[in-house]
């Protein structure tokens, strides 16, 4: 299967005064196939989202390379992004902090649209796709919940019709009942566009829901990599193993997760 | 069960007939809370009736804008500025009674606080000073309410430290919060909290910053002071799995009101209120993780 | 509308005010309903008609020397007249003409250069950045009235030159207002999405970035006013900014004090002075409550 995205011993430290490198991503080798939807799982500092601003140019690599369509993907520096590059576009977690509060949310969409050339879709068709009125485009940021303004970022990343879509924890700021639907609605039009999806989350239950394959991510590596069905129920490794034992389920039980 | 506690001195006697009832712990009753908005007045809570028995965990479960955090608020009488607040809040512990502690006046509102009634937030280094040692935010909270020698407060924090398993608590009293990470810190702020032998723990979504392997402690270190020390803890959340698995019952809150309120497993099962449906019929549906055959070679690792 | 409607802001509130608090942010109009907010446009307003109309409410030429001198205030003369014989009050109503559109060009052009220049160290940082913030640094190391007096006299004396000498000691405070929140504002999530949809320098900057930091060192302007007035009248005092006979109120109040047995000399104008400072002052006040979302809420408790 062809790459759309390749990651080759990727790795991204950063300098601490006084004590060692941290060695955010250490030596990461993934590929994301066209098309396909792969959740990247892991807790609070193992460098998931390192990795993702590392796709998007946002990190200075010190080792490896990042390949976007067989070709290298290059740091943002102060210039322009190179067009080629704005196919790959991130949803980021924060649905409060991701939309320019000042500006209306058609235009905010309007700017996706112009990023690449081509017939990109109407804002319309793309606040439809999200499963929003077209007047929502005529209106600010503040006057949405935090569920519609995800719904408004990924329409806005939609609009520069990326083939790479990377999800930065894109549930995680989001009420427990809105999580499974906000990442289902990006896998159905993921696969509906023909967008391949990096859907980076700490909550394996929900990433299981989505994706097709999972990688379990710690201190930097990626520890773990399998279809979802083979790491929720057969897991090789043992922090995935005490990853999944840690779940909550709501099963009324009273089951204390283990940990 | 002594009745002579420092209340009754301050004026905090307890309501009439409350020996008639033998059980311990918060009641809520008809709680409403209302805020004044750009257009009038507009109402948070809706009448909350809520019982929260000692040795038990209930869960108030709800989406952000519910109300089930303004709940948490009012009944310590923390609601913001401004806000108009009725209904009555019964508080009934080991050594104090308060009939309504709405009602009381600022003094005796910050002795109930703190010493009866404590919470936990959701962001642990919020409730911590960040330039003062734990050993001193430990050893303050309890010299000033129970009036302790520095020695005595020193070994009741290494003890709180003990209870809530932060590993070396000695080492640990003369470090700064930011040498923690965030679990520690949660089951820090958490000693801090029953310092002072609380009779009614506040949980506000005290595990949704956390990864879920620390999750996991915390919930069971939760249970675990619910159970050994009778506490009534009331535990706030929107993550219906976190609740699924700590609380006795749960009361689900919808738009300032209480929709629904049972046994876990009813309420998780079989949801007699729609908004509940609908709230878990929202959750990934996912079997249990790893059928396989690592469960014990985690209780190995254990 | 979309299915979660229902929803409030995300789980998470470490950040975010709840719910209570999350209302639109108030339209300025109930801000200024604050008696002192009040107070202050009332006084603002009154000077600038007053320097508008001043040719038609003065009841006499400002410069004309044709009265008995050193009267003290009388039917005729309100506020006195001075060691020459001018009218004290007609001077103090012709010295806002002087006065308010300095210090409203001062404080205007400072807050711009500043911006500009704190903006770009805050914006491009490390070489960029180092040099100008050691220049503003070499600024504020000097006290600014001395600095500024030194410039002045370098240039010489004249209202222009005492403007841009203050210009020369007040852009660095909004350089580094501005560096700051550019600074924090560059990693925002939002100012990212642009750069990765192919937004440029500019276009960052002056869409995502400056118009969302603007309000800080909007306020910080409206508190610098009574500061440029009390600046440019000080060195007017000092005989380094209005020349004689200019009616500017700093330059009144220097003259006024060498005549110790008249007080009404430098009382009136230093009124006018004064008036004017506090009245910006507590405009600065209300804009700051106004766009500080945790005041706005105790500042609707007291509105009017």
Wanted: glycine share 10%.
């Amino acid at each position: 299967m062809p790459a759309d995205l390749e990651f080759d011993d990727v790795a991204v430290s950063y300098r601490q005064a006084g004590r060692a490198d941290l060695r955010a991503v250490d030596g990461v080798s993934l590929a994301l196939h066209e098309g396909e939807v792969l959740g990247l799982v892991g807790e609070s500092g193992c460098g998931k989202s390192t990795l993702a601003r590392a796709a998007c140019g946002l990190e200075p690599l010190t080792g490896g390379s990042i390949r976007f369509d067989g070709e290298p993907v290059t740091r943002l520096g102060r210039g322009r992004r190179p067009q080629r590059l704005r196919r790959i576009q991130m949803v980021f977690q924060n649905p409060y902090a991701s939309l320019n509060p000042r500006r209306r949310i058609g235009s905010q969409i309007e700017d996706g649209r112009r990023a690449v050339t081509g017939n990109a879709p109407p804002v319309a068709e793309l606040l439809a796709d999200v499963g929003l009125e077209p007047d929502v485009a005529r209106r600010y940021p503040h006057e949405f919940s935090g569920g519609q303004r995800q719904r408004i970022a990924i329409a806005r990343a939609l609009a520069a019709m990326p083939r790479v879509l990377i999800g930065d924890e894109p549930i995680a700021s989001l009420d427990a009942s809105l999580q499974a639907r906000i990442a289902t609605l990006m896998r159905d039009i993921a696969s509906r566009r023909g967008v391949s999806l990096l859907f980076i989350s700490h909550d394996l239950s929900v990433v299981r829901m989505i994706a097709d394959r999972i990688a379990v991510m710690r201190a930097g590596r990626i520890v773990e990599l399998g279809t979802a069905e083979e790491v929720w129920a057969h897991p090789r490794d043992a922090y995935t193993r005490r990853l999944l034992a840690a779940i909550p389920i709501a099963d009324g039980l009273g089951t204390l997760p283990g940990g | 069960m002594s009745r002579v506690g420092r209340g009754q001195a301050d004026g905090l006697t307890e309501s009439p007939g409350a020996d008639a009832a033998d059980w311990r712990g918060l009641r809520i009753g008809g709680l409403t809370l209302s805020v004044r908005g750009k257009d009038g007045p507009s109402e948070i809570l809706r009448g909350v009736d809520l019982r929260v028995p000692a040795g038990e965990v209930t869960g108030l479960a709800g989406e952000s804008g519910s109300g089930k955090t303004m709940t948490g608020l009012a009944v310590c009488g923390l609601q913001p500025a401004g806000a108009l607040v009725r209904g009555t809040v019964e508080l009934r512990g080991e050594r104090m009674l308060v009939p309504n502690v709405l009602s009381l006046r600022s003094r005796e509102l910050n002795r109930v606080r703190g010493r009866e009634v404590a919470m936990v937030f959701q962001d642990p280094t919020a409730s911590l000073h960040p330039m003062i040692s734990i050993g001193g935010q430990l050893t303050d909270h309890v010299r000033h309410h129970l009036g302790m020698s520095k020695q005595d407060a020193r070994e009741h924090a290494v003890s709180l430290l003990e209870r809530v398993h932060v590993p070396r608590p000695r080492e640990a009293l003369s470090r700064y919060p930011h040498q923690f990470s965030g679990g520690q810190l949660q089951r820090i702020a958490i000693a801090s909290a029953i310092a002072c032998a609380p009779s009614v723990l506040i949980a506000d979504e005290p595990t949704t910053a956390l990864d879920v392997t620390v999750q996991a402690g915390v919930l069971r270190l939760l249970r675990e002071l619910c159970d050994d020390l009778g506490l009534a803890v009331l535990l706030v959340t929107h993550d219906l799995a976190v609740m699924s698995s700590v609380a006795d019952t749960i009361a689900v809150m919808h738009d300032g009101a209480i929709v629904e309120h049972g046994d876990r497993r009813q309420v998780i099962r079989h949801p007699r209120n729609d908004y509940t449906r609908s709230l878990i019929e929202s959750l990934p549906k996912t079997p249990p993780p790893g059928a396989g055959p690592y469960d014990e070679e985690l209780t190995d690792a254990r | 509308m979309s299915t979660d409607a229902a929803a409030g802001p995300g789980g998470r509130r470490t950040l975010r005010a709840p719910a209570w608090k999350r209302r639109r942010r108030p339209l300025l109009p109930q801000q200024w309903r604050r008696p002192m907010a009040i107070v202050g446009i009332v006084v603002i307003v009154f000077w600038l008609v007053i320097a508008v109309l001043a040719p038609l409410v003065a009841p006499y030429d400002p410069l004309a020397q044709e009265f008995a001198r050193l009267a003290p205030p009388s039917a005729a003369h309100w506020f006195g007249t001075d060691v020459l014989g001018r009218d004290v009050l007609s001077r103090t109503l012709y010295g806002s003409r002087i006065s308010l559109p300095l210090s409203l060009i001062l404080v205007l052009a400072s807050m711009v250069i500043g911006s500009v220049v704190g903006a770009i160290a805050g914006y491009f940082g490390r070489v960029v950045d180092e040099v100008i913030m050691r220049i503003a640094d070499l600024v504020f190391a000097f006290p600014t009235i001395i600095l500024a007096m030194i410039v002045a006299a370098s240039l010489g004396p004249s209202l222009l030159n005492a403007v841009i000498a203050l210009l020369v000691v007040s852009w660095p405070s909004y350089a580094r207002v501005m560096r700051s929140l550019v600074l924090s504002a560059r990693g925002q999530e939002y100012v990212v999405a642009g750069r990765l949809l192919g937004a440029g320098t500019v276009r960052s900057l002056g869409r995502d970035i400056l118009p969302n930091v603007a309000a800080p060192v909007l306020v910080l302007a409206t508190l610098d006013f009574g500061n440029a007035i009390l600046l440019l009248s000080g060195l007017s005092f000092l005989g380094l900014g209005a020349v004689p006979p200019t009616p500017e109120w700093g330059a009144m109040v220097s003259d006024g004090v060498q005549q110790f047995s008249s007080w009404w000399l430098a009382a009136f104008p230093g009124l006018a002075i004064f008036t004017v400072v506090v009245a910006f002052n507590f405009v600065g006040d209300a804009l700051r409550d106004a766009l500080d979302p945790r005041t706005a809420e105790a500042v609707s408790e007291v509105s009017v």
